[in-house]
């Protein structure tokens, strides 16, 4: 036997999903979107990030889940607008954006969603910086297609943050593959090479972070098909969740 080095081969066949993978991502979206809608009754003022994070977790292995695809993210109030939050002990306070970003894993594969939603009311500057994101999530997957350029299609939706004056505040990419990792090949990120092919199962996850006042991000799973692509989830978007 003679050992051949490779670089990104593995990577590169795990992309495209096949119909059997795609059954396992969907359920574990389902978890996830599931674990959302319940945790939305048990959020309010006085609550720990590290108590919420907690339910997260239980509840996804409630409704199946082999594991959590990470640690959940809770980030409350100004510890929101921090990326990568590792949940604190600070209590939740009326007025506070909360921002969620967890994911289920089934059958080994995972899911992945970030939805933020406000403690009471939740203020117009909040309200329109949340139809800011919702925005460029629109843009980001109506490109998110076979043949599409990865650095475009993190393009489209950077567009309108940018256009919207808060380009400074966008300082991640607008997502990545997802499979048996959490975070797989294609990146959709400006500086990226790779192209889009059906089968590719990608997050596209805008979001604009203030300091002290706040972040807000949006994350889907998005499966790439031979016409376009589909949203996987069904957790609720449309407008600011204001509890």
């Known amino acids: 036997l003679e050992l051949t080095p490779t670089k990104n081969l593995v990577e590169k066949l795990r992309r ?9 991502l969907r359920e574990a979206v389902r978890i996830s979107d ?16 590290r108590e919420v994070a907690l339910d997260l977790e239980v ?20 510890l929101s607008a921090h990326i990568h939050h590792t949940p604190s002990d600070r209590e939740m306070q009326a007025g506070d954006l909360v921002l969620l970003d967890f994911g289920a894993r089934w ?7 970030t939805r ?42 950077r567009a309108v943050v940018d256009g919207a004056g808060y380009g400074e505040t966008f300082g991640h990419g607008l997502g990545h593959g997802v499979g048996l990792d959490i975070h797989e090949a294609p990146r ?18 805008p979001g604009i972070y203030e300091g002290g ?26 407008a600011l969740i204001e509890i």
């Open 16 to 24: 495209r999903k096949d119909a059997e993978e795609v059954s396992l």
């Open 116 to 157: 933020t939603v406000a403690l009471g009311s939740a203020g117009d500057h909040h309200r329109e910086v949340y139809e800011i994101v919702l925005a460029a999530q629109a843009a980001g997957i109506e490109a998110t297609r076979p043949g599409a350029a990865c650095a475009g299609v993190d393009a489209a939706a």
């Open 34 to 49: 599931e674990a959302f809608e319940w945790v939305l009754e048990r959020l309010g003022p006085g609550r720990t990030e």
């Open 188 to 205: 959709f990120h400006k500086t990226s090479e790779d192209t889009l092919a059906a089968g590719d199962v990608m997050t596209v996850e």
């Open 213 to 238: 006042s706040g972040g807000i991000r949006i994350e889907d799973c998005v499966l790439v098909t031979d016409e376009g692509c589909e949203v996987l989830g069904k957790a609720p978007k449309d």
């Open 59 to 78: 509840e996804m292995r409630r409704r199946g889940a082999d594991s959590v695809s990470f640690e959940p993210i809770v980030g409350s109030g100004p």
């Open 107 to 113: 059958g080994g594969y995972c899911s992945d969603l």
